[in-house]
C-alpha cells in the first residue's frame, strides 16, 4: 500500500495569512492530483502535476511537484474563508487504475 | 448536467443487514471507482471498473461486491453490514484511467457521497 502524508493535519489561519501543505510519501507517482473537499461533497479536483520540479498556479494557489515525484506542495497565499476545506493529494502510478489518496489537512481561514 | 450520482445520501444499518449503495454516470465514461473516507485516513479505493462487464479488486475490497451491467451503473453491495463498515462512501467516474498522465480525461468525477453507519 501505498502512503502519502500530508502535513499538518488541521491548519486555521486568520484571513489575508500564507501557508504551506505538504504531500510526502517514500513512493515515486508519475502524476499527482490536489483535490478539495467541502462538507457533504466529494472531493474536486484542483491540479495535475506530472513532471519532477512542475510548478503550477491557478488564481492564489501554487502547487509544485518535488523534482524526485515524491513529494508536492500547496501554497495559498492571501488566504481567504472560501479557501476553507479539507485539501487532498492523491498519486497515481503510470498507467494505473488507482489514485492513492493522502491523509488530508483540514484548513479553517477565519473572517 | 447530472455528473455522478449517489443514492441513498445517508443510511442506517444494523449488523449483519444488507444492502446496495447505487452509483450512475452520465459522462460515458469507462472508469468507475467506489471509495470509502475514514476520519483522518483519506480515500481507500474498495472496488473499481474498466468497463461494462469487468471489475476488479480495489485496496479494501473485503465485505463488499459490485457489478457493472451498464456504462452507466456501478452499484455497491453489502452483504452482511459490520461496525468497521461504518464510513462514506464515494462512488467516481473517469474517461481514461487515472495514472495516465497529463490528458485531462483521466480526472475523476465524484459523487456527492452516501454516509452509512453500522450499528
Known amino acids: 500500500t501505498q502512503l502519502l502524508e500530508q502535513s499538518p493535519q488541521f491548519l486555521s489561519i486568520q484571513e489575508g495569512e500564507n501557508l504551506t501543505v505538504y504531500c510526502n510519501s517514500s513512493?515515486?507517482?508519475?502524476?499527482l492530483q490536489w483535490y478539495r473537499q467541502e462538507p457533504g461533497e466529494g472531493p474536486v479536483l484542483l491540479v495535475t502535476v506530472v513532471t519532477g520540479g512542475e510548478v503550477k498556479k491557478l488564481k492564489r494557489l501554487t502547487f509544485q511537484f518535488g523534482d524526485a515525484r515524491k513529494d508536492s506542495s500547496l501554497h495559498i497565499t492571501a488566504a481567504q474563508p472560501g479557501d476553507t476545506g479539507l485539501y487532498l493529494c492523491?498519486?497515481?502510478?503510470?498507467?494505473?487504475?488507482?489514485?492513492?489518496f493522502g491523509t488530508g489537512t483540514r484548513l479553517t481561514v477565519i473572517p | 448536467n447530472a455528473g455522478v450520482t449517489q443514492t441513498p445520501k445517508f443510511r442506517i444499518l444494523k449488523i449483519g443487514q444488507s444492502m446496495t449503495l447505487q452509483c450512475a454516470q452520465d459522462m460515458n465514461h469507462n472508469y468507475m471507482y467506489w471509495y470509502r473516507q475514514d476520519p483522518g485516513m483519506g480515500l481507500k479505493l474498495i472496488y473499481y471498473?474498466?468497463?461494462?462487464?469487468?471489475?476488479d479488486k480495489g485496496e479494501v475490497p473485503n465485505g463488499y461486491n459490485v457489478s457493472r451491467s451498464t456504462t452507466e451503473d456501478f452499484p455497491l453491495r453489502l452483504e452482511l453490514a459490520a461496525p468497521s463498515q461504518t464510513s462514506v462512501y464515494f462512488c467516481?467516474?473517469?474517461?481514461?484511467?487515472?495514472?495516465?498522465?497529463?490528458?485531462?480525461?483521466?480526472?475523476?468525477?465524484f459523487g456527492a457521497g452516501s454516509r452509512l453507519t453500522v450499528l
Open positions: 492523491a498519486g497515481a502510478e503510470g498507467g494505473a487504475n488507482n489514485l492513492f
Open positions: 467516481a467516474s473517469s474517461y481514461y484511467p487515472v495514472g495516465q498522465g497529463r490528458s485531462g480525461a483521466n480526472v475523476l468525477t
Open positions: 513512493s515515486v507517482f508519475s502524476s
Open positions: 471498473s474498466v468497463g461494462a462487464g469487468i471489475t
